[in-house]
């Protein structure tokens, strides 16, 4: 027994160590597959994001060079009756979801303008919010006064002395890259920009630009000055001629296009950089590009507050995904986090990313990260949450099913030797004692005519003894395969408990016992087996005999008494009893509270087991229990009726 739970111990933890490997590896899997499932939908967000921004700047950078001041001349009106037309930047932007401040434009000369002012003296209906506007917008982009300058060093130096710390997020990926490597396209408009023609017209816009200045300061009025420009757009071609003079204009810096723009009647070359983003105290997030126009360079473009605008791009992408229900997401410079919407309460030192990568220029010094506290479980985990409970359970349960159906296999095996010592032992003891008296008989050793009697009852009496211990053994084998038949009938008990306690008292007093009967004046009608029933008695009190054959008190009671709806017949004695722990094990076969090398009492240990058999057969029910005042008490409860 020792022998076969160390096997199954062993068995046990080699097959528990390979299932929990199993079961961790799935878990994993499981684990690897939720973060690729967030990661890959965090990237979709991410390619909305820059798909969003790209078409954005490509709509910003499709605006031509006048829209950036409040009047502007169309690029459709070409012809000599055209009119200056409001810029459609003019007014300003309120409550704009993308977080617009305003557009800027600096002149060569550093001169700050904005589509919202007019350069002529006309007073506006809101001219003061205008000027703060303007005003907020100059203070905003001071560092770009550097951006003018040729040189680099002077626009850095610039830079660094501005009132607002200001930080270029734009880097290009190479120097010598084309502008299709930009995340937005920078389309060529009109590619033979530097032809001299196109110089002059810039020449004749500029000049016009001044009349037009000069027409508002004195005029006053916005009709006469349209008039005005009317009557000038035919003095302006004939400057025709002597423009082909003029030289052409050189070649622009590296990844910088050409767009057309008007300049009076005609069109100027503009050689246009991509878009450039410089960040201004952490808040606003300033996009501009350089223009070269008759050699000289201008600075225009757009002041984005970053937090509506990182909103802005979360809600058309991040938000519209399950992500915000655990996960934030992040616009992260230099390790710090500037724009933040999702999940609230991811600490620091708490999160994990989940996805994290660069967005493309001119905003590829940020980088958008998404991270979580804790990725909610797929559907399939709770499958697996099933499946592992089942098979830790089948697993558990079988091997310990198993377990036990050996270890009473081989408990019923031990059993199963000692019931054939035992009978082999009960066999040749009649047998002997048969042979024995036999051949004194046959022999003529006694001539004692009381003697020879006395042998004979000897031999009578191991005849019946074997005859009884065979029958046991049949009965037992009839009773394990079900096939003993009950002759059942319904009466009252009172004559044949009488007709047994005659039996049982010649049987214990033979033994020296005193028999002592307890009956209920009243007895109700059961259905029962007599022949079983007597049998059933004759073995209990049989085992009184045998185990009480050395106690103090030789005595032996049967009852018959009714309790509730139940009529209980019971065999109490004074011997030894059983001990507590054994109790529920008195019914197996072959069992016996002896050991079978030691024992001092004759038996098989089936006795027992065929009562328990037998009763159950009747449909009532026998369970044992020790008295306080000592001895085992072996009752048989039967239901009335």
Same mark, same amino acid.
């Given at each position: 027994m020792k022998k076969l739970r160390i096997q199954f111990i062993i068995f046990f933890v080699t097959l528990s160590a390979v299932l929990a490997f199993i079961l961790w590896h799935s878990y994993r899997q499981m684990d690897q597959e939720e973060f690729r499932?967030?990661?890959?939908?965090?990237? $979709?967000?991410?390619?909305?994001?820059?798909?969003?921004?790209?078409?954005?700047?490509?709509?910003?950078?499709?605006?031509? @060079?006048?829209?950036?001041?409040?009047?502007?001349?169309?690029? /459709?009106?070409? !012809?000599?009756?055209?009119?200056? %037309? =409001?810029?459609?930047?003019?007014?300003?932007?309120?409550?704009?979801?993308r977080g617009l401040v305003g557009y800027f434009q600096i002149g060569p000369d550093g001169s700050f303008h904005t589509p919202y002012l007019p350069d002529a003296p006309i007073v506006l209906a809101d001219q003061n919010e205008r000027k703060f506007l303007q005003s907020r917008l100059k203070d905003i982009t001071l560092s770009l006064q550097g951006a003018v300058k040729t040189s680099h060093a002077q626009d850095k130096e610039l830079t660094n002395r501005g009132a607002r710390k200001a930080v270029d997020v734009s880097v290009l990926p190479h120097k010598t890259a084309a502008p299709e490597s930009y995340l937005y396209p920078n389309p060529l408009r009109k590619k033979n920009a530097g032809s001299s023609a196109s110089v002059a017209m810039a020449k004749r816009a500029e000049e016009q630009k001044d009349q037009e200045a000069m027409i508002r300061e004195s005029s006053g009025s916005e009709r006469d000055y349209q008039q005005q420009m009317k009557s000038n757009v035919a003095q302006v071609k004939t400057f025709e001629k002597q423009d082909a003079?003029? +030289? !052409?204009? +050189?070649e622009p810096p590296s990844g910088v =296009?050409?767009?057309?723009?008007?300049?009076?009647?005609?069109?100027?070359?503009?050689?246009?950089? +991509?878009?450039?983003?410089?960040? =201004?105290?952490?808040?606003?997030?300033?996009?501009?590009?350089?223009?070269?126009?008759?050699?000289?360079?201008?600075?225009?473009?757009? =002041?984005?507050?970053? $937090?509506?605008? @990182?909103?802005?791009?979360?809600?058309?992408?991040?938000?519209?995904?399950?992500?915000?229900? &655990?996960?934030?997401?992040s616009l992260v410079l230099e390790n710090t986090a500037l724009a933040t919407t999702g999940f609230p309460g991811t600490a620091l030192s708490e999160k994990t990313d989940l996805f994290r990568r660069g967005l493309g220029y001119?905003?590829?010094? @940020?980088?958008?990260?998404? /991270?979580?506290?804790?990725?909610?479980?797929? !559907?399939?985990?709770?499958?697996?949450?099933?499946?592992? #409970? &089942?098979?830790? #359970?089948?697993?558990?349960?079988?091997?310990?099913?198993?377990?036990?159906?050996?270890?009473?296999?081989?408990?019923?095996?031990?059993k199963r030797q000692d019931f054939v010592s035992a009978v082999t032992h009960e066999l040749k003891t009649p047998l002997t004692s048969i042979r024995l008296y036999s051949e004194m008989l046959t022999e003529g050793w006694t001539k004692d005519a009381a003697k020879q009697k006395e042998y004979f009852g000897l031999i009578s009496s191991e005849s019946s003894r074997l005859a009884r211990l065979i029958e046991n053994v049949l009965q037992l084998s009839r009773l394990e395969k079900k096939n003993y038949r009950y002759q059942l009938t319904t009466?009252? +008990?009172?004559?044949? &408990?009488?007709?047994?306690?005659?039996?049982?008292?010649?049987?214990?007093?033979k033994h020296g016992f005193v028999f002592e009967t307890v009956l209920d004046d009243s007895l109700p009608m059961i259905s029962y087996d007599a022949d079983v029933l007597k049998q059933i008695m004759y073995?209990?009190?049989?085992? !009184?005999?045998?185990?009480?054959?050395?106690?103090?008190?030789?005595?032996?009671?049967?009852t018959l008494v009714v309790k509730g709806q139940s009529l209980i017949w019971s065999l109490a004695d004074k011997g030894p009893g059983v001990p507590h722990n054994e109790l529920g094990k008195v019914f197996a076969k072959f069992?016996?509270?002896? %050991?079978?090398?030691?024992?001092?009492? $004759?038996?098989?240990?089936?006795?027992?087991?065929?009562?328990?058999?037998?009763?159950?057969?009747?449909?009532? $029910?026998? &369970?044992?229990?020790?008295?306080?005042?000592?001895g085992l008490k072996v009752s048989v409860a039967m239901m009335c009726g």
């Open positions: 499932l967030w990661q890959g939908e965090a990237e $979709k967000t991410f390619n909305q994001m820059q798909a969003a921004i790209s078409e954005y700047l490509e709509k910003e950078d499709g605006r031509s @060079f006048s829209e950036y001041r409040y009047y502007f001349i169309p690029e /459709t009106q070409v !012809s000599a009756g055209y009119a200056l %037309n =409001v810029s459609p930047l003019s007014e300003p932007p309120e409550n704009d979801a003079a003029r +030289p !052409s204009l +050189p =296009v050409g767009t057309l723009v008007v300049m009076g009647d005609e069109k100027a070359s503009v050689l246009t950089d +991509p878009f450039r983003a410089r960040l =201004v105290d952490g808040q606003y997030l300033v996009f501009y590009r350089r223009l070269w126009l008759r050699e000289q360079l201008y600075v225009q473009g757009f =002041v984005l507050d970053l $937090k509506p605008f @990182f909103e802005w791009l979360a809600g058309n992408s991040f938000m519209n995904t399950d992500l915000p229900g &655990f996960a934030t997401a001119p905003l590829n010094q @940020f980088v958008y990260e998404v /991270t979580y506290l804790a990725l909610p479980n797929l !559907s399939a985990r709770g499958l697996l949450h099933v499946l592992t #409970f &089942f098979i830790v #359970f089948l697993v558990t349960g079988g091997l310990l099913v198993i377990y036990r159906s050996a270890a009473a296999q081989v408990l019923l095996s031990q009466k009252n +008990p009172r004559e044949d &408990f009488l007709i047994m306690a005659g039996e049982l008292t010649t049987l214990a007093q073995t209990l009190t049989d085992n !009184s005999i045998k185990f009480s054959q050395n106690a103090l008190q030789k005595h032996i009671t049967m069992y016996r509270v002896e %050991n079978e090398l030691t024992r001092q009492t $004759k038996g098989t240990g089936i006795g027992l087991a065929m009562a328990k058999m037998l009763v159950h057969g009747m449909g009532a $029910k026998i &369970f044992a229990e020790n008295q306080s005042s000592g």
